[in-house]
């Protein structure tokens, strides 16, 4: 057990880590759950917890392609891109949830043949955008839920234009 004063002013706390792995099982309030990937050369999944029960959880799977992010409040991010061919490294999608765990928004990118990103399509609850990309600028934004809205979208100043 370690402990550590931090910077001056600061409030001291305690450290604790497991003697036989190395890994840090307290960190003040907060306890610590660390799961190794089989691959040592990718990511821990690292949980932890504090004495009122509220958690944050971090994993970035390189293998899967795929990283998740669990904030105190409940709220979850999860990412996911592609591993292989062409489009390896680009968002596959994002998905951001609520503290309640229902889906608020997903995001899917969409790519054409040469990898180029062409579409980025937004489901918020019973909204769905969807912007089309032309050369690396987005160009059209459409509503596609109730009434359609059309138009275009200016990169450079940010402005959207109805048709």
Not at 17 to 42: F, H, L, V
Not at 57 to 81: L, N, P, S, T
Not at 92 to 103: A, C, H, P, Q, V
Not at 128 to 156: C, M, T
Request: glycine fraction near 12%.
């Amino acid at each position: 057990v370690g402990v550590s004063s931090g910077e001056p002013g600061q409030t001291a706390r305690t450290i604790a880590w497991n003697p036989g792995t190395g890994e840090m099982i307290q960190d003040g309030e907060w306890r610590y759950e660390i799961k190794a990937d089989e691959n040592p050369r990718y990511n821990a999944a690292i949980g932890r917890k504090d004495a009122k029960g509220q958690s944050e959880f971090w994993h970035r799977d390189e293998g899967m392609g795929r990283e998740e992010i669990q904030y105190r409040d409940g709220r979850k991010i999860v990412r996911a891109w592609f591993r292989s061919g062409l489009l390896t490294g680009r968002v596959r999608y994002i998905r951001k949830y609520g503290s309640d765990g229902r889906l608020i928004i997903n995001s899917v990118y969409t790519y054409g043949e040469s990898a180029n990103l062409i579409r980025l399509t937004e489901v918020a609850g019973d909204k769905v955008f969807s912007v089309e990309i032309e050369n690396s600028r987005r160009k059209h934004i459409k509503h596609l839920v109730n009434v359609p809205i059309q138009g275009v979208y200016n990169a450079d100043t940010g402005l959207f234009t109805r048709k």
